[in-house]
């Protein structure tokens, strides 16, 4: 997992590389990270970059899992809080918590973990449902690596009726 700055770089630089990669059939690829002890793993073609030790400015009259927003180069983006997203509560941050930037629908937003772990191809083919009669909200969907449980983000979920 990464610890230092250089650590994400690498996860960057790897992204960056990775991307030129094109994968075979149902493969995709997906950068996993943790957050409150679950495994997530999000497209990388949602994946703009990684980052760490960013400020974070706090809104007034958001819902709490907005944690607030933050400047990247000239651009305003809003944060939000993995596990207040999932209704858990805030912990603080760690040197291995990073903001992992995503694009979803032409939107930007930034998504606080608790760590970025590495990028894997997955076949969408050997994913199973979640196991439950409700619509889950973050994921419908999850596959077994390695005796590891990986939760697949739906990424429209994280901004649909909330940003």
Known sequence: M?????????INDELERLESIPTPGNIVRFLTF????????????NV????????????????DYVRGIINLRGQTLPIIDMRLRMGKPFQEYTPQTCIVILEIESNMIGVVVDSVA????IDLDKTAPIPTENRQELTNSM????GTVILLLECEALIENHM
């Open 34 to 45: 943790i957050s409150d002890g679950l495994h997530f793993g999000v497209d990388t073609n």
């Open 2 to 10: 990464p610890e230092t700055m250089q650590d994400v770089k690498n």
């Open 118 to 121: 590495q990028v894997i191809d």
């Open 143 to 146: 596959i077994s690596i390695d």
């Open 48 to 63: 703009i970059e990684i980052i760490n030790n960013h400020k974070i400015r706090s809104l007034p009259m958001v819902p």
